[in-house]
């Protein structure tokens, strides 16, 4: 196996279903022991690409390899050399944590021998050890995930597929899962994850964004914020901490020199003409009445970053 190849490619990878064109023209790869994110609404294509990937669904159009296998051909080594975990992840509620690790590693053809060592290995990992015994159905959804990625783990695949692995489990238990998906990279695994929350993909090696199954931005964060879309020449992006939140919103979009407003939480996100100071956008904000903490000037965020792409895409004209 050549180290230095990507694990995961897509080169031009194309899915359609009757006339709806569900993924287009899909080019990206994805180094050894990264991770990948991979972004997008409901319904944009994600699943697709993974199936795809995964050798389950045939392209129409293109090719993809994963650890080295080519996606149509070598379905078979293509499945053998990959993990799959997904939020809905089978699991035996009425089995104990152990026996659901047996039954997977019987389903992965280990030996008897091997299926103990990786058991132990997997439990080690995880660090699921004192929950052993315990029946499944009554693990916290925190340690029935990671349990699901240990499973999923038990033939030593060397990339991960992970579907919304966190979806639905507590920020706690979501920070946990990741802590483990770094130790995995660390042993040279490869992840590509889907994932709907921005401090994940932002935990990312590298995104991918897809939008109506055209991939809109590739690259690593600093990449992402750098793109003349997200940041125009000519502009600054101030964050804008408030009491006042709704009205601040509608008082800084009212400002000649806005150019775009987004609300975090309490705060706002503006960008505005280069040559406007933040004493300027807070004295005018103030004159409107709102209570401003502080206006300081910041990096556009991963969701700015989507944010600004999704909306150029949106109101730029349907291609012919
Ligand atoms: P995501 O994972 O981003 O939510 P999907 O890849 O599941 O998106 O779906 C992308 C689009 O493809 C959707 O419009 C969906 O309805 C359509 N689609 C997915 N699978 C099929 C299928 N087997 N037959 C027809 N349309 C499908």
Redesign the pocket.
């Known amino acids: 196996m050549n180290q230095a190849a990507p694990a995961i490619v897509a080169d031009h990878l194309t ?1 359609r ?2 006339d ?1 064109v ?2 287009n023209d899909l080019s990206f790869s994805v180094p050894r022991g990264t991770i990948f994110g991979f972004l ?12 795809m990937l995964c050798g389950l ?1 045939a392209p129409n159009g293109g090719r993809g390899s994963v650890d080295g296998h080519d996606v149509v051909r070598e379905g078979d080594a293509v499945r053998a050399s990959i993990g799959y975990m997904s939020q809905q992840f089978s699991l035996y509620t009425e089995l104990t944590v152990e026996e659901n690790m047996e039954f997977y590693g019987r389903a992965y053809g280990l030996s008897p021998q091997r299926r103990a060592q990786r058991r132990q290995d997997v439990i080690e990992l995880t660090g699921i050890g004192p929950f052993a015994k315990r029946l499944a159905g009554q693990l916290s959804g925190g340690w029935k995930q990671r349990l699901a990625l240990g499973c999923a783990l038990l033939h030593e695949p060397n990339v991960m597929f992970l ?1 919304e692995p966190t979806a639905g489990i507590d920020p706690v238990a979501r920070r946990e899962l990741w802590d483990l998906l770094f130790r995995l990279a660390e042993r040279g695994v490869t992840m590509f994850v ?1 994932t709907h929350y921005m401090d994940e993909a932002e935990r990312c090696s590298s995104v991918g964004y ?1 939008y109506s ?1 055209d991939l809109i931005a590739l690259g690593t964060l600093e990449q992402l914020r750098a793109l003349p879309g997200v940041r125009p020449p000519g502009t600054v992006r101030y964050g804008v901490h408030t009491e006042d939140v709704m009205p601040a919103f509608s008082a800084a979009r009212s400002l000649p020199y806005v150019t775009d407003t987004t609300i975090f939480g309490r705060d706002l996100h503006v960008v505005v003409s280069a040559d406007v100071t933040p004493d300027r956008l807070r004295g005018d904000l103030v004159k409107s009445g709102c209570t401003i903490l502080s206006v300081e000037q910041i990096n556009p965020s991963l969701e700015d970053v989507f944010v600004a792409l999704t909306r150029a895409r949106s109101s730029a004209p349907a291609a012919a």
């Open positions: 899915k279903y009757g709806q569900v993924v997008g609404p409901n319904g944009s294509g994600k699943s697709t690409t993974i199936k669904v579907d889907t897809i199954g």
